[in-house]
């Protein structure tokens, strides 16, 4: 009998080279530099292989027109502040989507501005994620209880 998988878990990280300030108190900062990683984890139903490529191209497309540029002048960073948590909630909420699109879920985002600080989204705690994989494991084992009852049924259970 063959294992099955219940999914592909995938880790992709990219990075961005973008400026920002912050206001204050009224007082807008200096604009400075940043290079932001963002760590997705995706997972892919099934046991059909997927390429990295399939889904770096899809983020890489996403984050392009932030590269380079000063994200207080591009939406929705004209208006929210560009904190590392605004903005990984809005590329999670943004990438969510077109990842499902594609085949994939989101499982976490974690956004850093510096090698030691990090903002974490994680959708690992959310119903429909526990209720999906419980569905599949009590699948699993409603296959394996049916197999062995049907050893047993058989008289086959003598080799075991």
């Known amino acids: 009998m063959r294992k099955e998988r219940l ?3 995938y880790r992709l990280k990219s990075y961005l080279n973008m400026n920002h300030y912050i206001t204050i108190n009224g007082k807008q900062g200096q604009t400075h530099p940043h290079t ?3 760590v997705i984890t995706m997972i892919v139903d099934g046991d059909e292989f997927v390429e990295f490529r399939t889904f770096e191209s899809l983020i890489e497309q996403y984050l392009d027109k932030y590269q380079n540029q000063i994200l207080n002048t ?3 960073f004209d208006i929210i502040v560009p904190t590392i948590e605004n903005v990984t909630d809005h590329f999670n909420e ?3 989507g077109l990842l499902q699109e594609h ?3 989101l499982v976490s ?3 850093s501005e510096t090698p030691t600080r990090s903002y974490i989204v994680s959708h690992r705690n959310e119903p429909e994620f526990i209720d999906q994989i419980g569905k599949k494991q009590t699948e699993q084992i409603s296959g394996v209880v049916n197999y062995v ?3 047993i049924i058989n008289g086959q259970d003598k080799k075991w």
């Open 36 to 38: 932001w990683e963002f």
């Open 109 to 111: 985002m974690e956004g």
């Open 103 to 105: 085949g994939g879920e």
């Open 94 to 96: 943004e990438l969510q």
């Open 74 to 76: 591009i939406e929705p």
């Open 149 to 151: 009852v049907e050893q």
């Open 7 to 9: 999914y592909r878990e």
